[in-house]
Protein backbone atom coordinates (compact mmCIF):
# COMPACT_ATOMS: atom_id res chain seq x y z
CA UNK A 1 0.00 0.00 0.00
CA UNK A 2 1.35 3.24 -0.61
CA UNK A 3 1.85 5.88 1.85
CA UNK A 4 1.74 9.60 1.06
CA UNK A 5 5.05 10.61 2.62
CA UNK A 6 6.55 7.35 0.36
CA UNK A 7 9.84 8.95 -1.28
CA UNK A 8 9.88 12.04 0.44
CA UNK A 9 13.51 12.76 2.29
CA UNK A 10 12.73 14.19 5.58
CA UNK A 11 14.65 15.98 8.86
CA UNK A 12 13.24 17.13 11.91
CA UNK A 13 15.62 18.94 14.41
CA UNK A 14 15.30 18.35 18.27
CA UNK A 15 14.15 14.79 17.75
CA UNK A 16 15.53 12.21 20.40
CA UNK A 17 12.22 13.35 22.81
CA UNK A 18 9.19 14.68 23.39
CA UNK A 19 7.11 16.79 20.09
CA UNK A 20 10.30 16.29 17.85
CA UNK A 21 10.62 12.81 18.32
CA UNK A 22 6.93 12.06 17.92
CA UNK A 23 7.18 14.19 14.44
CA UNK A 24 9.80 11.71 13.21
CA UNK A 25 8.00 8.74 14.58
CA UNK A 26 4.41 10.71 12.18
CA UNK A 27 6.74 11.22 9.22
CA UNK A 28 8.14 7.55 9.37
CA UNK A 29 4.87 6.28 9.79
CA UNK A 30 3.35 8.01 6.69
CA UNK A 31 6.68 6.31 4.51
CA UNK A 32 9.27 9.15 4.87
CA UNK A 33 12.96 8.35 4.98
CA UNK A 34 13.46 10.16 8.09
CA UNK A 35 16.84 12.11 9.55
CA UNK A 36 16.41 12.42 12.97
CA UNK A 37 18.81 15.21 14.35
CA UNK A 38 19.54 16.08 18.23
CA UNK A 39 22.55 16.72 20.71
CA UNK A 40 23.51 13.18 21.33
CA UNK A 41 26.32 11.26 20.11
CA UNK A 42 25.07 9.16 17.32
CA UNK A 43 26.43 6.17 19.06
CA UNK A 44 24.34 6.90 22.39
CA UNK A 45 21.39 4.69 24.03
CA UNK A 46 18.95 7.73 23.32
CA UNK A 47 19.80 7.64 19.67
CA UNK A 48 19.42 3.90 19.21
CA UNK A 49 16.39 3.71 21.01
CA UNK A 50 14.93 6.70 19.14
CA UNK A 51 15.70 5.36 16.00
CA UNK A 52 14.43 1.58 17.02
CA UNK A 53 10.92 3.22 16.89
CA UNK A 54 10.98 3.50 13.33
CA UNK A 55 11.29 1.68 10.00
CA UNK A 56 13.88 3.87 7.58
CA UNK A 57 15.23 6.45 10.08
CA UNK A 58 18.79 7.54 10.64
CA UNK A 59 20.52 9.92 12.60
CA UNK A 60 23.08 12.90 12.50
CA UNK A 61 24.33 14.85 15.62
CA UNK A 62 23.32 18.66 14.92
CA UNK A 63 23.52 21.06 17.23
CA UNK A 64 20.93 23.77 15.63
CA UNK A 65 22.25 26.94 17.12
CA UNK A 66 25.38 26.55 15.28
CA UNK A 67 25.90 27.41 11.49
CA UNK A 68 28.64 25.25 10.50
CA UNK A 69 27.01 22.00 11.88
CA UNK A 70 23.85 22.55 9.74
CA UNK A 71 26.24 23.30 6.72
CA UNK A 72 27.70 19.73 7.77
CA UNK A 73 24.33 18.41 7.93
CA UNK A 74 23.39 19.35 4.41
CA UNK A 75 26.62 18.41 2.66
CA UNK A 76 25.45 14.77 4.29
CA UNK A 77 21.93 15.11 3.11
CA UNK A 78 23.25 16.10 -0.54
CA UNK A 79 25.64 13.21 -1.16
CA UNK A 80 23.21 10.54 0.10
CA UNK A 81 20.16 11.72 -1.22
CA UNK A 82 20.65 14.60 -3.60
CA UNK A 83 17.99 16.68 -2.07
CA UNK A 84 15.39 17.31 1.11
CA UNK A 85 11.53 17.58 0.83
CA UNK A 86 10.33 18.16 4.54
CA UNK A 87 12.63 20.65 7.20
CA UNK A 88 10.53 20.33 10.50
CA UNK A 89 12.40 23.11 12.53
CA UNK A 90 11.56 21.58 16.36
CA UNK A 91 13.95 22.77 18.69
CA UNK A 92 12.86 24.91 21.04
CA UNK A 93 13.37 25.68 25.26
CA UNK A 94 11.21 27.61 27.50
CA UNK A 95 12.10 30.52 30.02
CA UNK A 96 10.21 31.80 32.15
CA UNK A 97 9.83 34.82 34.81
CA UNK A 98 9.52 38.50 35.00
CA UNK A 99 10.96 41.15 33.02
CA UNK A 100 12.68 41.88 35.97
CA UNK A 101 14.34 39.02 37.21
CA UNK A 102 15.33 37.56 33.35
CA UNK A 103 19.48 38.08 32.70
CA UNK A 104 20.12 39.41 29.02
CA UNK A 105 22.12 36.12 28.58
CA UNK A 106 19.37 33.81 29.69
CA UNK A 107 17.34 36.38 27.00
CA UNK A 108 19.66 36.01 24.62
CA UNK A 109 20.20 32.04 24.74
CA UNK A 110 16.22 31.68 24.56
CA UNK A 111 16.12 33.52 21.35
CA UNK A 112 19.10 31.51 19.97
CA UNK A 113 17.40 28.10 20.55
CA UNK A 114 13.97 29.24 19.24
CA UNK A 115 14.53 31.88 16.87
CA UNK A 116 18.10 31.39 15.29
CA UNK A 117 17.29 27.91 14.76
CA UNK A 118 14.93 28.22 12.62
CA UNK A 119 16.30 30.83 10.74
CA UNK A 120 19.70 28.78 10.23
CA UNK A 121 17.72 25.96 9.67
CA UNK A 122 15.97 27.26 6.59
CA UNK A 123 18.83 29.21 5.15
CA UNK A 124 20.89 26.32 5.17
CA UNK A 125 18.12 24.34 3.73
CA UNK A 126 16.74 26.04 1.13
CA UNK A 127 18.48 25.39 -1.79
CA UNK A 128 17.58 21.43 -1.32
CA UNK A 129 14.15 21.93 0.04
CA UNK A 130 14.06 24.07 -3.72
CA UNK A 131 15.48 21.18 -5.33
CA UNK A 132 13.15 18.59 -3.68
CA UNK A 133 10.08 20.95 -4.18
CA UNK A 134 10.71 21.72 -7.85
CA UNK A 135 10.37 17.52 -8.50
CA UNK A 136 7.24 17.30 -6.16
CA UNK A 137 3.71 18.60 -7.43
CA UNK A 138 3.09 20.62 -4.87
CA UNK A 139 6.45 21.76 -3.55
CA UNK A 140 8.35 20.98 -0.47
CA UNK A 141 7.59 21.71 3.28
CA UNK A 142 9.37 23.48 5.88
CA UNK A 143 7.08 23.71 9.44
CA UNK A 144 8.25 25.53 12.02
CA UNK A 145 7.13 24.61 16.00
CA UNK A 146 5.53 28.08 17.29
CA UNK A 147 3.62 27.19 20.45
CA UNK A 148 0.26 29.25 21.51
CA UNK A 149 2.70 31.35 23.50
CA UNK A 150 3.21 32.90 19.91
CA UNK A 151 -0.64 33.76 19.59
CA UNK A 152 -1.47 35.40 22.85
CA UNK A 153 0.95 36.63 26.03
CA UNK A 154 0.62 35.21 29.26
CA UNK A 155 2.15 37.25 32.33
CA UNK A 156 5.86 35.78 33.23
CA UNK A 157 6.72 34.27 29.91
CA UNK A 158 7.63 37.12 28.09
CA UNK A 159 10.75 36.17 26.39
CA UNK A 160 9.26 32.91 25.16
CA UNK A 161 5.98 34.54 23.93
CA UNK A 162 8.70 36.61 22.36
CA UNK A 163 10.23 34.46 20.64
CA UNK A 164 7.59 32.13 19.77
CA UNK A 165 6.21 35.43 18.07
CA UNK A 166 8.68 35.98 15.84
CA UNK A 167 8.77 32.36 14.49
CA UNK A 168 5.00 32.95 13.78
CA UNK A 169 6.03 35.86 11.66
CA UNK A 170 9.14 34.69 10.27
CA UNK A 171 7.32 31.80 9.14
CA UNK A 172 4.77 34.06 7.26
CA UNK A 173 7.71 36.07 5.80
CA UNK A 174 9.20 33.22 4.35
CA UNK A 175 6.16 31.75 2.63
CA UNK A 176 5.26 35.20 0.91
CA UNK A 177 9.62 35.13 -0.35
CA UNK A 178 9.38 31.84 -1.55
CA UNK A 179 5.74 32.37 -3.30
CA UNK A 180 6.80 35.81 -4.54
CA UNK A 181 9.66 34.16 -5.90
CA UNK A 182 8.68 30.98 -7.51
CA UNK A 183 10.58 28.77 -4.86
CA UNK A 184 8.59 25.53 -4.38
CA UNK A 185 8.66 25.41 -0.96
CA UNK A 186 5.46 25.34 1.56
CA UNK A 187 5.67 27.32 5.00
CA UNK A 188 3.68 27.11 7.41
CA UNK A 189 3.97 27.39 11.67
CA UNK A 190 2.57 24.69 13.91
CA UNK A 191 1.15 26.11 17.52
CA UNK A 192 0.77 23.59 20.56
CA UNK A 193 -1.03 24.33 23.37
CA UNK A 194 0.31 22.15 26.50
CA UNK A 195 2.12 18.97 25.50
CA UNK A 196 3.39 15.73 28.12
CA UNK A 197 7.08 16.26 27.12
CA UNK A 198 10.52 16.59 29.37
CA UNK A 199 10.08 20.33 28.36
CA UNK A 200 6.87 20.79 30.12
CA UNK A 201 7.36 19.08 33.21
CA UNK A 202 11.41 20.74 33.54
CA UNK A 203 9.42 24.24 33.09
CA UNK A 204 6.36 23.79 35.39
CA UNK A 205 9.20 22.01 38.07
CA UNK A 206 11.65 25.78 37.83
CA UNK A 207 7.91 27.93 37.91
CA UNK A 208 7.26 25.56 40.53
CA UNK A 209 10.65 26.32 42.36
CA UNK A 210 10.38 30.27 41.91
CA UNK A 211 6.31 30.54 42.88
CA UNK A 212 6.57 28.39 46.54
CA UNK A 213 2.85 27.89 46.91
CA UNK A 214 2.14 25.01 44.12
CA UNK A 215 4.14 22.07 42.76
CA UNK A 216 5.16 20.98 39.75
CA UNK A 217 2.15 18.46 38.81
CA UNK A 218 -0.35 20.80 40.87
CA UNK A 219 0.93 23.67 37.95
CA UNK A 220 0.51 20.29 35.07
CA UNK A 221 -3.15 19.58 36.36
CA UNK A 222 -3.89 23.51 36.50
CA UNK A 223 -2.91 23.16 32.66
CA UNK A 224 -5.01 20.42 32.15
CA UNK A 225 -8.18 22.02 33.88
CA UNK A 226 -7.80 25.48 31.80
CA UNK A 227 -7.68 23.56 28.87
CA UNK A 228 -11.01 23.36 27.38
CA UNK A 229 -10.65 19.57 26.20
CA UNK A 230 -9.44 19.44 30.11
CA UNK A 231 -6.14 17.29 29.43
CA UNK A 232 -2.81 17.60 28.40
CA UNK A 233 -1.70 17.14 24.73
CA UNK A 234 0.21 13.89 23.94
CA UNK A 235 3.24 14.71 21.31
CA UNK A 236 1.51 12.42 18.45
CA UNK A 237 -1.12 14.31 18.48
CA UNK A 238 1.28 17.19 17.50
CA UNK A 239 3.12 14.78 15.28
CA UNK A 240 0.00 13.99 12.88
CA UNK A 241 -0.87 17.44 12.07
CA UNK A 242 3.11 17.93 11.23
CA UNK A 243 2.69 14.89 8.92
CA UNK A 244 0.05 16.45 7.36
CA UNK A 245 1.06 19.82 6.61
CA UNK A 246 4.49 17.84 5.65
CA UNK A 247 2.40 15.92 2.84
CA UNK A 248 0.20 16.86 -0.55
CA UNK A 249 -2.78 17.03 1.72
CA UNK A 250 -1.87 20.25 2.54
CA UNK A 251 -1.04 21.03 -0.78
CA UNK A 252 -3.01 24.90 -0.83
CA UNK A 253 -1.38 25.57 2.27
CA UNK A 254 1.70 28.04 2.91
CA UNK A 255 2.09 31.11 5.25
CA UNK A 256 -0.72 29.20 7.78
CA UNK A 257 -0.68 29.26 11.45
CA UNK A 258 -2.07 25.53 12.86
CA UNK A 259 -3.12 25.71 16.50
CA UNK A 260 -2.88 22.11 17.88
CA UNK A 261 -4.03 23.42 21.59
CA UNK A 262 -7.29 21.64 22.37
CA UNK A 263 -9.42 24.34 22.42
CA UNK A 264 -7.14 26.71 24.67
CA UNK A 265 -6.73 29.87 22.62
CA UNK A 266 -11.13 29.44 21.48
CA UNK A 267 -11.81 31.80 24.09
N1 LIG B 1 5.86 20.81 25.45
C1 LIG B 1 4.99 21.77 25.22
O1 LIG B 1 3.99 21.94 25.97
C2 LIG B 1 5.14 22.68 24.03
C3 LIG B 1 4.07 23.51 23.71
C4 LIG B 1 4.18 24.37 22.61
C5 LIG B 1 5.33 24.37 21.84
N2 LIG B 1 6.37 23.54 22.19
C6 LIG B 1 7.55 23.59 21.33
O2 LIG B 1 7.78 22.31 20.76
C7 LIG B 1 9.17 22.12 20.52
C8 LIG B 1 9.63 20.83 21.17
O3 LIG B 1 9.34 20.92 22.55
P1 LIG B 1 9.41 19.66 23.52
O4 LIG B 1 8.43 19.94 24.61
O5 LIG B 1 9.31 18.39 22.75
O6 LIG B 1 10.90 19.86 24.09
P2 LIG B 1 11.89 18.78 24.82
O7 LIG B 1 12.81 19.62 25.65
O8 LIG B 1 11.06 17.77 25.48
O9 LIG B 1 12.69 18.18 23.59
C9 LIG B 1 13.54 19.02 22.84
C10 LIG B 1 14.58 18.22 22.10
O10 LIG B 1 15.43 19.16 21.43
C11 LIG B 1 16.80 18.82 21.70
N3 LIG B 1 17.62 20.01 21.65
C12 LIG B 1 17.73 21.00 22.57
N4 LIG B 1 18.63 21.92 22.18
C13 LIG B 1 19.08 21.51 20.97
C14 LIG B 1 20.02 22.04 20.04
N5 LIG B 1 20.69 23.17 20.30
N6 LIG B 1 20.23 21.37 18.90
C15 LIG B 1 19.59 20.21 18.65
N7 LIG B 1 18.70 19.65 19.47
C16 LIG B 1 18.44 20.30 20.63
C17 LIG B 1 16.78 18.17 23.08
O11 LIG B 1 17.93 17.36 23.26
C18 LIG B 1 15.46 17.38 23.02
O12 LIG B 1 15.66 16.09 22.48
C19 LIG B 1 9.86 23.38 21.08
O13 LIG B 1 10.08 24.30 20.04
C20 LIG B 1 8.85 23.91 22.07
O14 LIG B 1 8.98 25.28 22.31
C21 LIG B 1 6.30 22.69 23.26
Not at 2 to 29: M, N, W, Y
Not at 31 to 48: H, K
Not at 113 to 120: K, Y
Not at 173 to 189: C, H, K, M, Q, Y
Request: charged share 20%; glycine share 10%.
Amino acid sequence: MTKRLDGRIALVSGALRGIGLAIAQCLDADGATTIVTDLDQPDSEAVATAIGTMTNASYIRLDATDEDAWIAARAQVAETYGHLDILVNNVGADLTGKVQDIKLADWRRLMTLNVDTVFLGTKTFQPLLAKGGASTPYGSSIVNISSIMGLVGMGEVSAYNASKGAVRLFTKSNALEFADNGVPIRVNSVHPGFVETPLLHKGMKSWAERDGTLTAQQLIDAMAQTTPIKRLAQPIEIGKVVAFLASDDASYMTGSEVVVDGGWTAR
